[in-house]
């Protein structure tokens, strides 16, 4: 029976099974696992597309319609965030409830939560939690709905609350909208009130103060990665459809509230009394209207300013940047991060929000394609940045690639058991090395961009790991440093010996692409001639042709040169001998046999070691980054002028290169995830035990849970993403195997990388 498949080891107890439900409970786990009732499963059930395992059971298939899919991310953000025992769940428990007629009916808890290790019986039940499908997505901008306009949906809950006599909390969402109420059956003697809430406490809610406010980091709580991006995300839209700002307006908006969060918690680490919070009072008001506390606003107002002046030296800030949100907007935004700890929150799942917040609201106009989080993720794995190296990107744009250097640091840190370690003790771990990534930031990664939005974008997106802005500016990095006048440039100059040409131990970068944004003008000579006067050896920006027997032929200087040719030129040039490259480039310029693409193509060869190529299919960037193209992934190492010299005297060194054609990214043209499959069309299932914490009498438990799962289909996975089931092959490991089998024909293999 698929309940009764679902173990649970706990520190000083033998292995035990979780009851069922009931009769009822067994006969439906005995149906959802295809075996007639009483006899023991011969395994799961192959499942259908439209299928999945339900996470409360752990192996029990169930259909993900839309509604399922709302109630299955709830389910795991209640063990995740809440520390929640699964066992203690129970889905479409049924409730008897009485209408305002007074006829009795059943209604079904969407997930109900009982006493811990009690029966599933409606005197044991302590929360209710109500899921409904998430409102399709339309053209026009929705306005979120606050408490103010919430009452359908909270007399929903509490109607369900109240046939419980000890059902304390409930929650509502369809995945858009979100609320928390609790129960009060003091503040009246003649019936039970319901009143908003900023969250639910942990666990049992032993020692919980429902009535307190967000001012106590004592019952602040690290976020589940769902739940935090759900909340950056309400936060944005709130902005978006309740205040009328666009999208990007709204981005930076939000922003300036999360980073005065972030202020706030550093002031209370300090020994300071917290400033971000909403007292009780607020939020009982705010369940009557929007209009927001005041107070609450003037003390965001009050953070914000306080955080442009520590950033002022950053220039992070201008006069521009003003908070115009209404006090309502304020007092929202406070209410749905003022119960979380950002700083102890895993550095992955904060990376993971700012990103998707970023990408659904910023874009380029120059040709940027902002480059997918896998692709970015696979790059800097195979270059493996170390501590004290160099990084720098000279297109930062939101700045993915030093975020994911920064994630990548962080887990060489982590213990080699990582997988191993509950969701909550990574966090912890994570969040204690900090201090040791923001030491690196300062040091060592560096990003330059010429949209300011951009760049901006970028330190913000370092600040949220590291607590610092890290070092972009805004410049031509094609001109840099010889040229240019735009605001970063005279920053940039103060760390020419760190990325001044010839300095940078690792270059990753996406340029932009196009002819139809060429590049012309007096940067160009800046590619042709050197800093003296004299003519570079060896160049691009030329026009180039084909003698009578097809050699390449150097043409006059070219009027213009599309970027992305330049950039390949500059990233060489940017590199110390012997430093590593990955670049994103179009498949034509890798491909075409025009002249100009082969100019690009013998530069190459002339400067550097080519490491590996990697071939990406459409559907990345097509989901991605919302654009139909083709694209290869690009590995170098710039060689040293004696392995130049060598080449002239003995002619080309012939080596193994690594090339890969990634076929699958876990997700088809549409976005919909794609799983493996057998020889016969079936998924291929995992068993796996996934360990969390689970709180016990205000007490944090560690538990080991065993779940099945289909195995995401995805080349590109990340070794620090990929579970211990999962054997497929993937373009990283690949890579590793290919490093051990051709090391000693390779001749620009490194010590570090047989580590």
């Given amino acids: 029976m698929a309940e009764e498949q679902l173990g649970f080891d706990m520190p000083g107890e033998g292995p035990r ?38 996470y409360i059971t752990g192996d029990k298939v169930v259909k993900l319609t839309e509604a399922e899919k709302v109630r299955q991310r709830i389910a795991r953000s209640l063990v995740h965030q809440y520390g929640i025992d699964p066992h203690d769940m129970e889905a479409d428990f049924p409730i008897p409830v009485v209408n305002d007629a007074g006829r009795k009916s059943r209604r079904r808890a969407s997930i109900a939560i009982f006493e811990h290790n009690e029966r599933h019986e409606l005197a044991n039940l ?6 409904k499908p998430r409102p399709k ?29 000890d059902c304390r909390y409930g929650m509502w969402t369809d995945d858009k909208d979100l609320y928390f109420i609790r129960r009060d059956d003091e503040s009246s003697l003649f019936e039970t009130k319901y009143r908003p809430m900023l969250n639910w406490p942990r666990g049992d809610a032993t020692s919980f103060d429902a009535q307190g406010d967000a001012s106590s980091l004592a019952i602040m709580r690290r976020a589940d990665e769902s739940m935090l991006r759900f909340a950056f995300r309400r936060c944005h839209n709130y902005i978006h459809g309740n205040e009328g700002l666009p999208k990007d307006a709204a981005f930076w908006q939000f922003l300036y509230v999360l980073f005065a969060k972030l202020h706030d918690e550093r002031l209370v680490r300090e020994g300071a009394d917290p400033l971000f919070r909403v007292d009780s009072d607020d939020l009982a008001a705010a369940a009557e209207d929007e209009a927001g506390s005041p107070e609450v606003a003037g003390r965001i107002r009050k953070l914000f300013a306080e955080v ?29 991060l003022a119960t979380y700890r950002m700083h102890d929150t895993s550095l992955d799942a904060l990376g993971t929000a700012y990103q998707e917040l970023v990408g659904d609201n910023l874009r380029g106009d120059r040709g940027q394609y902002f480059t997918p989080s ?50 909550q003790e990574r966090a912890r771990q994570e969040t204690a090395k900090r201090q040791r990534l923001a030491e690196y930031a300062r040091d060592c990664l560096f990003g330059t961009d010429f949209d300011p939005f951009l760049t901006r974008a970028a330190a913000f997106g370092v600040m949220m790991l590291t607590d610092i802005a890290g070092n972009t500016f805004q410049l031509d990095s094609l001109g840099f440093p010889r040229m240019g006048s735009l605001p970063g440039v005279r920053r940039a100059k103060q760390y020419l010996d760190r990325i001044g040409p010839g300095k940078v131990d690792i270059l990753l970068t996406n340029p932009p692409f196009g002819s139809d944004i060429p590049v012309t003008g007096p940067v160009l000579d800046l590619f042709r001639m050197e800093e003296n006067g004299a003519e570079k050896e060896r160049s691009i920006a030329y026009g180039w042709s084909r003698d009578v027997d097809g050699r390449l032929k150097r043409g006059k200087p070219a ?39 082969e100019a690009v193509r013998q530069y190459i060869l002339d400067e550097c070691w080519v490491m590996a190529s990697v071939e990406l299919p459409v559907e990345i960037f097509v989901v991605g980054a919302g654009v139909n193209i083709l694209t290869t992934l690009l590995f170098l190492q710039k060689k040293t002028d004696q392995e130049k010299d060598e080449e002239r005297m003995h002619g080309p060194l012939d080596h193994p290169v690594f ?3 990634a076929e699958k990214v876990g997700h088809d043209r549409r976005g919909k995830a794609l799983f493996v499959r057998d020889a016969r069309g079936d998924y291929v299932i995992a068993e796996y035990e996934e360990k969390d914490e689970i709180v016990v009498k205000n007490v944090a438990i560690e538990r080991s849970i065993k779940r099945r799962t289909r195995i995401l289909d995805d080349d590109l996975m990340a070794e620090r993403e990929r579970p211990k089931y999962h054997d497929r092959p993937s373009v990283i490991r690949e890579y590793r195997k290919f490093l051990k089998q051709y090391g000693d024909q390779l001749p620009w293999k490194r010590p570090e990388d047989d580590a």
């Avoid at 800097?380 to 700045?399: A, S």
């Fill in 559 to 597: 009027v213009s040169v599309a970027p992305e040719r330049l950039f390949v030129q500059k990233a060489v040039e940017w590199v110390k001998p012997g430093g590593r490259i990955g670049i994103v480039l179009p498949n034509g310029i890798l491909s075409n046999p025009g002249p100009d693409d």
């Fill in 308 to 336: 442009k002046d520590f950033y002022a030296d950053q220039q992070l800030f201008d006069d521009y940047d003003r908070l115009t949100l209404t006090d309502g907007a304020l007092t929202f935004i406070t209410k749905q």
């Fill in 17 to 54: 099974k979780p009851e069922a439900a009931g009769k009822a409970g067994k006969r439906d786990a005995d149906a959802a696992s295809g075996q007639p009732a009483g006899e023991a499963p011969a395994g799961p059930r192959k499942l259908a597309d439209d299928e999945v395992f339900d």
């Fill in 659 to 661: 090339m890969a054609v």
């Fill in 126 to 131: 302590r929360r209710v939690v109500v899921t």
């Fill in 137 to 165: 997505d339309s053209r026009t901008v929705s306005k979120i709905r606050t408490y103010a306009h919430a009452k359908a949906q909270i007399d929903e809950v509490a109607q369900l609350m109240q046939a419980a006599p």
């Fill in 374 to 423: 896998r692709a970015v993720r696979l790059m800097v794995e195979m270059l493996d940045p170390r501590e004290g190296q160099i990084v720098l990107d000279p297109c930062c744009g939101t700045g993915g690639f030093l975020r994911e250097t920064l994630l990548h640091l962080l887990h060489q840190w982590m213990p080699e058991d990582e997988q191993d370690l509950s969701v």
